[in-house]
């Protein structure tokens, strides 16, 4: 009886116990293929196209700062973000879905690392550069 007892403690806690972390664990982090256009100024479109993004509340982390909860389309076997690049983004990203107020932190023209960040890890960097 003890031991039904201890794998029945067990199957809980690894179905209900460990939240999004445990659930990510079997899924494929972020990957990003493209960022388009590679460069451009505030207020530029961006897209990037990658694959394991979630259907909402992804992060983009640009340059050490962070642009939050957006949504992925699909678009046949990848998938997309979309944003506009604004001239100051947050300067820490706030837990889950949660709204928060940040330290605003302003875009600076020049090169960026760019990655894409979900419940399913973070992704390899990318570049974009921002004109002036």
């Known amino acids: 009886m003890p031991r039904r007892l201890a794998g029945l403690v067990l199957l809980a806690v690894l179905v209900g116990g460990t939240g999004a972390a445990g659930l990510a664990q079997g899924r494929a982090a972020p990957v990003i293929f ?12 961006i897209t990037i196209t990658g694959a394991n993004f979630t259907a909402d509340n992804n992060t983009v982390r640009f340059g ?14 990848n998938q997309t973000i979309v944003f506009t690049l604004r001239p100051v983004i947050s300067g820490v990203a706030c837990p889950g879905t949660a709204r928060c107020p940040t ?3 302003p875009v600076r023209p020049g090169g ?8 399913n890890g973070s992704s390899n960097a990318a570049n974009f550069t921002v004109t002036k």
């Open 103 to 105: 330290v605003a932190r």
């Open 112 to 119: 960026n690392a760019l990655s894409v960040q979900n419940a």
């Open 64 to 77: 050490g700062g962070f642009i939050q909860w957006l949504p992925a389309a699909s678009a046949g076997s």
């Open 34 to 45: 493209s960022v388009v256009p590679p460069a451009g100024p505030v207020g530029t479109t």
